[in-house]
């Protein structure tokens, strides 16, 4: 009869923990639910925060990469601008100089008209004036 009653105690012990055990079961699946939906919650996260960094430097990198690049040209572009700018003022110094050095240096076409017309004017005011004379001298008086 021993054998009995510790059967009977092992069986109600049995099913005492055994539906214990089940409830304990259930329990722990929802929250091992609620455990795994944080967790995936989480790794979510972490995976968006990842990604918005990745996206964030590859846009930083590249507007650097267009700022440095339109830098750059600008200043290529500056560059090429203040020597056109030097040539150009350079030919206009040299075309500025040489036309200055030919008016001064070589009177124009007219200049040298006016000052025919005036010498050949003296030169016969001159030849009058010395027919009048000799023609004077020349009379009886």
């Known amino acids: 009869m021993k054998n009995s009653r510790f059967l009977t105690v092992i069986l109600a012990s049995t099913l005492l923990c055994g539906s214990g055990a089940i409830a304990a079961a259930q329990d722990t699946g929802a929250k091992q639910d609620l455990k795994n939906a944080g967790t995936d919650t989480k790794n979510a996260a972490k ?4 990604a918005t960094a990745t996206g964030t430097k590859k846009a930083y990198h ?36 040489e036309g200055t050095q030919k008016v001064f240096d070589k009177p124009s076409s007219k200049s040298k008209d ?22 004077d001298a020349k009379k009886p008086q």
């Open 47 to 50: 995976d968006t925060g990842h």
């Open 62 to 97: 590249g507007t650097k990469k267009g700022t440095t690049t339109a830098y750059d040209k600008t200043k290529e572009g500056t560059t090429t601008a203040a020597d056109k700018t030097k040539e150009g003022t350079e030919k206009g110094y040299d075309k500025t100089k």
């Open 114 to 135: 006016n000052a025919h017309q005036a010498s050949v004017k003296a030169k016969d005011k001159t030849k009058e004036t010395d027919q009048k004379l000799n023609d």
